[in-house]
């Protein structure tokens, strides 16, 4: 029900913008989010938006350079990447619950997507 796409190989301090596109129902009441994992580390927390107040959550190694949008007309949240890393290196997976939580733990979203694989070279 979720499908990420736009990921691909960026030089370092070039940008990437990542889709999630919903399908099978709205998710416009739900919290959305981005996570990735980086071969050998566990999952991490990327950025989140909630369904309803708006706001945003980030973690602090995307700050600054990372944000996260949505569109739920289109059923769709977006991660514009920019002044890219080596370390930002990871397969990014979309995620979304329907508790409106914007926070870091994983198994507190119920609906994932298949990831899409970004790559920075140095």
């Known amino acids: 029900q979720l499908q990420a796409s736009g990921g691909g190989l960026v030089q370092a301090g070039g940008s990437l913008r990542l889709s999630c596109a919903a399908s099978?129902?709205?998710?416009?009441?739900?919290?959305a989010g981005w996570f990735r994992q980086a071969p050998g580390k566990e999952r991490e927390f990327v950025a989140a938006?909630?369904?309803?107040?708006?706001?945003?959550n980030y973690a602090d190694s995307v700050k600054g350079r990372l944000t996260i949008s949505r569109d739920d007309a289109k059923n769709t949240v977006t991660l514009q990447m920019n002044s890219l890393k080596p370390e930002d290196t990871a397969v990014y997976y979309c995620?979304?619950?329907?508790?409106?939580?914007?926070?870091?733990?994983?198994?507190?979203?119920?609906?994932w997507g298949q990831g899409t694989q970004v790559t920075v070279s140095s």
């Open positions: 099978g129902r709205s998710f416009s009441n739900y919290a």
């Open positions: 995620a979304a619950n329907p508790a409106d939580y914007t926070g870091r733990a994983s198994s507190l979203y119920n609906y």
């Open positions: 938006m909630s369904g309803n107040a708006g706001g945003s």
